[in-house]
């Protein structure tokens, strides 16, 4: 691990203005996924700005009858509380699908929705990747790649976001608050914060320089039956193959986002309007335009399975013969 500095913040607007005045500053919360790349020399930033101590860890009703989810907020407080689970149950059972407990007592709101891919050439320092090291290429693409991007992708970077919990706050339609290094605050859609590759993979998110996430809002719920299914190598700690965070209503419409397929939680909304008709008939729209390589082709069957399956989970638990 590099040398670096280290100073505790005491609020949102101090630490954002700390971290644009010095060039190469991360923010330090749980820590389950910087310190880790930073024993491994992928993240070496010059300075640290811990900011635990800002009293970001509540989950609050909204005024629009809504939760706002502190960015400091554990995802075991998260996924245990009371009002998440009965109106946000995709929210719940995605957070316990991901990781160990252990992990989930430390990692936070925000920094799950931050981590980095686990793309086995981006952990590989001995490897070509565009991502670590811009212009450098892409040892994944012509390279073994069954756990990466079949959409979203670019011939810079097939790498994909590896997280749980945002695919379920993407159906959800949450919102991230965020303040910026002048005091300014701004709401960014969660659809917006990650982005595709293009031809700048090292940018994982919209976020500009010194910005930090200070909440997540969910929105009114949604009613209907939330379920959510994840495909993997094996049953526990491992990231998933295909994922699908859905709330299926009693009449058969409904949303999905699909994980573990692109660079960034997944998710059409013109293919929602085909959910009455099938998971075919949406995995199609979904899928229109992917790219999946050889070692990852089974990936595309596998989404409409998948997606098939949580349809079917949620009928079981609505008790009723929807055709």
């Known amino acids: 691990m590099r040398p670096f500095t280290y100073t505790r913040a005491k609020t949102p607007a101090e630490a954002a203005a700390a971290a644009a005045r010095t060039p190469g500053t991360k ?18 930033p010059a300075h640290l700005i811990d900011v635990q101590d800002l009293k970001l860890d509540r989950i609050e009703p909204t005024d629009q009858g809504g939760l706002r989810i502190g960015a400091l907020v554990t995802n075991t407080a998260l996924a245990s509380d009371e009002r998440v689970r009965r109106d946000y149950g995709v929210l719940t059972r995605a957070i316990v699908a ?3 407990g252990q992990l ?20 590989d320092t001995n490897q070509a990747c565009n991502k670590r090291k811009p212009g450098s290429g892409c040892a994944a693409i012509g390279g073994y790649s ?25 159906v959800l339609d949450a919102q991230v608050e965020t303040v910026m290094p002048d005091g300014t605050t701004r709401a960014i859609p969660i659809a917006d914060l990650h982005r595709l590759p293009g031809d700048a993979p ?7 320089p010194g910005e930090l996430i200070t909440a997540v809002t969910l929105p ?30 009693p009449n058969g419409s409904g949303r999905a986002a699909i994980g573990g397929i692109a660079p960034k939680p997944w998710r059409v909304e013109a293919a929602e309007a085909a959910m009455p008709q099938g998971a075919r008939a949406v995995a199609s729209r979904l899928l ?8 990852n082709a089974f990936k595309v069957p596998l989404v409409e399975r998948t997606l098939a399956a949580a349809m079917a989970d949620a009928k079981a638990m609505q008790g009723g013969t929807r055709a």
């Open 104 to 123: 989930r007592n430390k990692a936070t709101t925000a920094g799950n929705l931050l981590q980095r891919t686990r793309c086995p050439y981006f952990y």
């Open 146 to 170: 069954r756990q990466l991007a079949i959409i979203g992708s670019s011939d810079a970077c097939i790498a994909t976001f590896p997280g749980d919990m945002a695919v379920a706050m993407r």
């Open 288 to 295: 229109a335009g992917a790219r999946p390589t050889r070692d």
């Open 27 to 44: 923010f330090l919360a749980g820590g389950t996924n910087l310190l880790d790349l930073m024993k491994l020399e992928i993240e070496t």
């Open 202 to 208: 090292q940018f994982d998110t919209n976020l500009k």
């Open 98 to 100: 991901g990781a160990s």
């Open 220 to 249: 009114r719920p949604l009613g209907g039956t939330h379920v959510y299914r994840k495909v993997r190598d094996r049953a526990s700690y491992a990231y998933a193959l295909v994922s699908v965070a859905a709330v299926i209503q």
